[in-house]
């Protein structure tokens, strides 16, 4: 079974930094040469908001343009971790903070595309 758990989430003020980590396990991703992990976040009252995805055949990478130069997503295939260093944050990137799956790799920031899901960990953001 596929599981990916998100960690290191929590309270900064605004132009502080967070680095959240997608932690995956499961033989089920070894079935599969090619896939995206994505991040996304949600506001309250707001849709999913894709922000970022990386391909696990190239190592590729898509951003949302609210977060370009100041999000890096990356990858450490020795622990099967996929993380999102966040610079320069804002109010504006309050939420709460998922990582998925996509096994088809189609690298859209869209959360149909993805086929299995994290928790959630939050990522409050003062002024």
């Known amino acids: 079974e596929v599981q990916l758990v998100e960690s290191g989430g929590g309270s900064v003020q605004a132009g502080e930094s967070l680095r959240l980590s997608c932690a995956t396990s499961g033989f089920a991703f070894q079935d599969f040469d090619d896939y995206a992990i994505g991040w996304f976040r949600q506001a309250p009252g707001k849709e999913r908001e894709g922000v970022s995805c990386?391909?696990?055949?190239?190592?590729?990478?898509n951003y949302v343009d609210s977060v370009k130069g100041r999000f890096t997503i990356s990858s450490d295939k020795s622990n099967n971790t996929v993380y999102l260093q966040m610079n320069s944050l804002s109010p504006e990137d309050t939420a709460v903070y998922y990582c998925?799956?996509?096994?088809?790799?189609?690298?859209?920031?869209?959360?149909?595309?993805?086929?299995?899901w994290g928790q959630g960990t939050q990522v409050t953001v003062s002024s």
């Open positions: 990386i391909s696990s055949s190239d190592g590729s990478t």
């Open positions: 998925a799956a996509d096994i088809r790799a189609t690298m859209f920031l869209d959360s149909r595309f993805y086929d299995f």
